[in-house]
């Protein structure tokens, strides 16, 4: 993991700006653009916030380092 990188992010609960370090982040890569998606815990507030991850923002946290998950349809 890249050593020191910090990303800018806005809490959607709280609506607070606050800056972590990669590795708070997860990301998770869906079949779809709408499945794709990056989490954190808010450090102010302590929700649990998701937003969808467009390819810029993929590119940007796994050049970081993130801890990414592919996500895998169900059958059924």
């Known amino acids: 993991m890249t050593d020191g990188t910090r990303f800018k992010v806005y809490c ?5 700006k606050v800056e972590l370090p990669a590795p708070e982040f997860r990301l998770a890569l869906g079949a779809s653009r709408e499945r794709t998606f990056y989490s954190f815990t808010c450090p102010a507030c302590g929700a649990s916030v ?11 946290l ?3 380092g993130v801890h990414t998950m592919r996500l895998l349809p169900v059958d059924g």
């Open 12 to 16: 959607s609960q709280c609506r607070e």
């Open 50 to 60: 998701r937003k969808i991850a467009g390819e810029r923002i993929v590119a940007a």
């Open 62 to 64: 796994t050049a970081a």
